[in-house]
């Protein structure tokens, strides 16, 4: 089976750019998940949804950053504009609830970003 | 609210001897348990999960860990390291009682030498 995947793998791009990184969950997944990732402040929850409706968007750094999820095999995270500090891994992950909480959430191989 | 504490940043073992890399955690309901394994420039690759049942549970490449309620603890085990174990950790919470996201800890970066 096909995992989270995630696009750009890389991306290097100028302060103040609009940044899009792109997700697609494990078919049949109704949890959506992302999170950043820096040497500083570790994982951090950005937002996530269920059944494509944002749930808690509390972890969104600040109106630069937005996320959508039209359908339930697609999601974006925008940044605009992009700032210097935006620099880290992004990972988008996917899980099925069900009537299980214990579910397992599953990682893509993240959007390593870096603004200059 | 919930939280996971990773109180060393690095673990260094020798091939073959016994490794623990320790996590405690604090949540206000029942508490499910994860441990992830990140590789160099990779995504996080889930390792194994405390739900209920039996306190110690086995995961992917021999690796273990038990919950241990008194101590609000899932320390993770492996009887003997390989180099190839070396890597970063994750231990993550969900509680029960608050959403359905993880909450991870800071990581610990186990190295392991030959």
């Known amino acids: 089976d096909a995992g989270v995947i995630q696009s750009p793998r890389h991306e290097v791009t100028e302060m103040g750019q609009e940044v899009t990184l792109r997700c697609k969950p494990i078919?049949?997944?109704?949890?959506l998940f992302w999170y950043r990732q820096t040497m500083m402040r570790g994982l951090e929850l950005l937002i996530y949804?269920?059944?494509?409706?944002?749930?808690?968007d509390s972890g969104m750094p600040e109106d630069r950053f937005s996320a959508k999820m039209p359908n339930a095999s697609f999601s974006t995270l925008k940044i605009q504009p992009s700032e210097p500090r935006d620099s880290a891994v992004y990972f988008c992950?996917?899980?099925?609830?069900?009537?299980?909480?214990?579910?397992?959430?599953?990682f893509g191989e993240g959007s390593w970003l870096t603004v200059v | 609210a919930q939280s996971v504490a990773q109180p060393e940043d690095q673990v260094n073992v020798a091939e073959g001897n016994p490794l623990t890399v320790k996590c405690t955690y604090s949540?206000?309901?029942?508490?499910?348990l994860f441990w992830y394994v990140q590789y160099p420039n990779r995504g996080l690759q889930f390792l194994l999960k405390?739900?209920?049942?039996?306190?110690l549970v086995k995961g992917s490449y021999g690796f273990e860990a038990e919950f241990n309620k008194s101590q609000t603890s899932f320390h993770l085990k492996k009887p003997s390291a390989l180099v190839s174990d070396s890597a970063l950790y994750f231990c993550?919470?969900?509680?029960?009682?608050?959403?359905?996201?993880?909450?991870f800890g800071k990581g610990t970066s186990l190295l392991v030498t030959p």
């Open positions: 992950a996917s899980s099925l609830r069900g009537k299980l909480v214990g579910n397992t959430i599953y």
């Open positions: 078919s049949g997944h109704d949890y």
């Open positions: 949804f269920n059944n494509n409706v944002p749930i808690d």
């Open positions: 949540v206000s309901g029942n508490p499910y």
């Open positions: 405390y739900i209920t049942g039996d306190n």
């Open positions: 993550a919470v969900r509680s029960g009682d608050s959403g359905y996201a993880l909450n």
